[in-house]
């Protein structure tokens, strides 16, 4: 098991990097403000599930490998880069439902939402960056179960992202719903969101390395 200490000094770290707003935490803003507090809810939720393979990948021993091929990780960071622009430009087209949308938009299948969560949780670099080169700093070698170690150690930091990122659609979606008095503003906001997904899509593409460490969720 993880030492306490350990546990206390990872806790600390997860919290520093978290509080600093990073892909996944525009990223639900972004879906949030496009399909609404539903939707930015099951997005969290699905971008959770898509870190929770990453986390699994690195006990494996899989993430190091990726982060350290220049290949792998470019087809990993450019392949979720174009699909968070793939559902900005999603958002841009649909506006919100146009001048007459309702408050909420009409659900969409909650399945795909976090489908769409768990890819862009799946392919974001910085935060395959941060699991390889910080989560084994937390581990106790000396007491074995190694992969073990590292998932517990996941889990703590997708415990910490799962309140905070719900904090943040919960605030966006707020947000929403006080622009909801007027039609037209609710299209633009939904519109906002898809733009700001496509920025940071773009963003990802122009800064994301895998020799640096993340410098925000």
């Given at each position: 098991?993880?030492?306490?200490?350990?546990?206390?000094?990872?806790?600390?770290?997860?919290?520093?990097?978290?509080?600093?707003?990073?892909?996944?935490?525009?990223?639900?803003?972004?879906?949030?403000?496009?399909?609404?507090?539903?939707g930015g809810l099951l997005s969290v939720l699905g971008n959770a599930a898509g870190e929770l393979l990453q986390i699994a990948a690195v006990a494996l021993g899989v993430g190091a490998l990726l982060a350290q091929s220049v290949f792998l990780f470019g087809v990993v960071k450019f392949a979720g880069a174009?699909?968070?622009?793939?559902?900005?430009?999603q958002a841009i087209r649909h506006g919100g439902g146009g001048p007459t949308a309702a408050p909420e938009p009409r659900p969409?299948?909650?399945?795909?939402?976090?489908?769409?969560?768990?890819?862009?949780?799946?392919?974001?670099?910085?935060?395959?960056?941060?699991?390889?080169?910080?989560?084994?700093?937390?581990?106790?070698?000396s007491a074995g179960a190694i992969p073990l170690q590292l998932v517990t150690l996941g889990g703590l930091f997708l415990a910490i992202a799962l309140a905070s990122d719900s904090g943040w659609a919960l605030i966006a979606g707020t947000a929403r719903r006080w622009f909801a008095s007027s039609p037209r503003r609710i299209a633009a906001l939904a519109t906002t969101g898809g733009v700001m997904m496509v920025g940071l899509g773009g963003t990802l593409v122009l800064v994301a390395n895998a020799a640096e460490p993340p410098s925000g969720k």
């Open positions: 098991m993880v030492p306490t200490t350990n546990l206390v000094a990872f806790s600390f770290a997860a919290l520093v990097l978290i509080a600093v707003p990073g892909p996944s935490v525009l990223f639900v803003i972004g879906r949030t403000l496009a399909l609404g507090r539903r174009a699909y968070l622009i793939y559902l900005g430009i969409a299948s909650t399945f795909r939402i976090i489908r769409e969560g768990f890819i862009v949780g799946a392919t974001n670099p910085k935060s395959i960056v941060f699991f390889v080169a910080v989560l084994p700093q937390f581990v106790d070698y």
